[in-house]
Structure formats: structure tokens, C-alpha cells
């Protein structure tokens, strides 16, 4: 049987064990950490086979809803892949990496052998942190019966496993016991750069929680910061049509958020590789616009403008849930219709070439 067979039939084995958890352990965890996954190990040039198999069955059999047995996993895992006839050597490294995966209290280490492991490890702890893990934290305190908050209880930093499982202390407290420590205890450096501003949004979701507990919270909306990029090649620029976001169906340039302790210019060298998979050189700074509203979806933008020389690389869809149709085009032969800041931007009479 081929890999992506294999892949497939996996797929569809995890999605009908978890479908419909309510927990924030289901099928949609699992597809996340599959997906986060894979876009790591583009990064940081990983076998993909062993990333996707481990991402798919790391929750199989979740020690949580096991007595507390971590072994359950990595055995169903095994008689899985054993089923499917795969490589010995690959359903060991595959079961290694589910052993190790699981956060186990604060004080202790939960190390990965190998780059596989780490990635998928990564890509776990990151689904534990920002908006999603709020959410998932939330669904499991429900669903465990715990208290969502008590401001006589503190939290406990676990030193052992044991302490760990037997922990029943509040959501709240679990950011401090877990969330709060993922950050630091990234592995890869594309995943380090993605926890930054997932940490960052947990903080100020637990400031603006504590404000709502004691009733003077007062509701504040401010700009978000957006960076595009002019990659010039042989005398064109790259643009690709934009998907399943605001602005769908117009064309951009490449770009995002500016992260937490973040340059616009390392924002733009990050944006440019992860969407596009090339590297940039030269970059200066060309200006901004500061009105780019998007009513519909109740956002407001300041998009700061970089030009940039292509350096190396080849073009490739990094994100095709969120673009398509990535080429190079000459500047009087840009696509249309245009993203609406790079529109905004563009009134001001605008040429990277000049």
C-alpha cells in the first residue's frame, strides 16, 4: 500500500474514533495538529509520512480518558499501523513520539528524540494556546466538572505525573499550571515564532476576564497591524488571490499580521516564506496606509508597505486554504480585483519600480 493510502485510511480511522468529543480532544483537534503539523515540517524539513501519522493518531487514546494510562495510545497506534503493514521502523518511531507527546506537569520534561517528534509536539501544544486552546480549555473544565474560576484557589505546579492526572483544579489555574508554560517549551523555530502571539492573546484574554469578574471592564477596539510585501523578480511582482478570508476573491500581495516582538522587515521575510516558500533580500521601507476598514468583518488596519529583491526559492502555495493561483506579473498587468489596503495604498500613485 502506498503512503498516501495509508494517510488516508488513517484519516478516516481517527475521524470516526473521535467525531463528535466534546471534550476538545475530537477528530477536529486532531486535524488541526495534522495541518500545523505539516506546515512546520515544510519549514523545517522533516520526513512527512512519519510527521502525518503521528499527528493523526496522537489522540487515539488520550491518557486523560484512559485511567491515566499513557501506553493505550501508542498500542492502538501500533496494531493500527501493523494492520496497514507499515515499516516496523516507522510504527516505532510513530509510537515513540505518541509515548513522549503529552504535557506532564511543570516540572517534568517531556522530550522529544527526533525532529518528527518535535514537530508534532509543536504542533499539539500549539492547538493548547491562543483563541482554539481557550476554547479547548474551557470545553474540558465543562466537561471534567471543574470550576471555571475560584479566586481562593492557586494554582499548583506540578513536579510529578502523578500530581499531574490527579490535578482538579480550575480552568483559570490550568493556564498558569500548562498554557502559560508552552511558549518556552517550543521546538522548532517556526513554532516559536507562532506561539508569540497566541501567548499574548491568552494574556489579554486573562486581563480582560479578571476585569469582567470584579464588573469594570469596558469594551476597547484598536487597530491591528498588517505588513505587505512588493517581491520584485525580473521586473514583475508577486501577487496571489486571496481565499476563505476578508478580502476573498481579490488579488494581494504577500503579508499578514505583524506579530509580538516582531521588525516589519522580519515580519515580512516570515510572511513572504510561509505563504509562498521564497526568500527575500534588500528590503526597504516604501509607506503605509492607516484607513483600510473592513466594516463586514469589523476590522480596522494600518498595512505598513515593504519592497523587497526575490533571493531564492521556488514559488510554491504554502497555505492553499487561504490563497491560490500565486504568479509573477508586470506592473502595468497587476491582476484585478485588488485587496482593498493595496488598493488604498495604490491611490497614492505608488510604483515599486520607480
Not at 533580500?281 to 476590522?299: I, M, Q, V, W, Y
Amino acid at each position: 500500500m502506498d503512503n498516501e493510502s495509508i494517510i488516508r485510511q488513517t484519516e478516516n480511522y481517527a475521524k470516526e474514533k473521535l467525531s463528535g468529543e466534546g471534550s476538545g480532544h475530537d477528530w477536529w483537534h486532531v486535524y488541526r495538529v495534522w495541518k500545523t503539523a505539516l506546515h512546520i515540517a515544510e519549514h523545517e524539513k522533516a520526513d512527512l509520512f512519519v510527521v502525518q501519522l503521528a499527528a493523526l493518531l496522537h489522540d487515539i487514546a488520550d491518557w486523560k480518558f484512559n485511567s491515566g494510562d499513557d501506553s493505550v495510545g501508542p498500542k492502538l497506534a501500533k496494531e493500527w499501523l501493523e494492520k496497514l503493514n507499515v515499516d516496523s521502523k516507522i510504527i516505532s518511531h510513530v509510537c515513540d513520539i505518541i509515548q513522549n507527546m503529552s504535557f506532564k506537569g511543570a516540572g517534568v520534561k517531556s522530550l522529544m528524540k527526533t525532529k518528527e517528534g518535535m514537530i508534532v509536539q509543536d504542533a499539539d501544544r500549539l492547538d493548547a494556546i491562543g483563541a482554539i486552546g481557550i476554547g479547548r480549555a474551557f470545553a474540558y473544565g465543562g466537561h471534567a466538572g471543574r470550576e471555571m474560576y475560584n479566586p481562593n484557589e492557586k494554582p499548583v505546579m506540578h513536579q510529578t505525573f502523578e500530581q499531574y492526572k490527579s490535578a482538579k483544579g480550575t480552568t483559570v489555574n490550568h493556564f498558569y499550571e500548562k498554557l502559560f508554560l508552552l511558549k518556552d517549551l517550543m521546538n522548532t523555530k517556526t513554532a516559536k515564532r507562532m506561539a508569540e502571539g497566541r501567548h499574548v492573546f491568552m494574556e489579554q484574554f486573562l486581563d480582560e476576564f479578571y476585569k469582567e469578574w470584579e464588573g469594570s471592564a469596558e469594551s476597547v477596539q484598536r487597530p491591528k497591524i498588517g505588513v505587505g510585501v512588493f517581491v520584485i523578480k525580473d521586473g514583475k511582482i508577486l501577487m496571489h488571490k486571496r481565499k476563505n478570508a476578508h478580502g476573498d476573491g481579490t488579488w494581494s500581495l504577500p503579508g499578514g499580521h505583524l506579530e509580538w516582538n516582531e521588525t516589519v522587515e522580519e515580519c515580512a521575510k516570515r510572511e513572504v516564506l510561509e505563504e509562498s516558500g521564497i526568500e527575500i533580500k534588500n528590503l526597504r521601507h516604501a509607506g503605509f496606509t492607516s484607513g483600510d476598514f473592513f466594516p463586514k468583518e469589523g476590522k480596522h488596519y494600518v498595512t505598513l508597505y515593504i519592497v523587497a529583491d526575490y533571493d531564492s526559492g521556488e514559488v510554491r502555495d504554502m497555505e492553499p486554504d487561504k490563497s491560490e493561483k500565486w504568479s509573477w506579473f508586470e506592473w502595468g498587468s497587476i491582476p484585478k480585483p485588488l485587496f482593498l489596503p493595496m488598493e488604498n495604498f495604490l491611490k497614492s500613485g505608488y510604483n515599486p519600480f520607480r
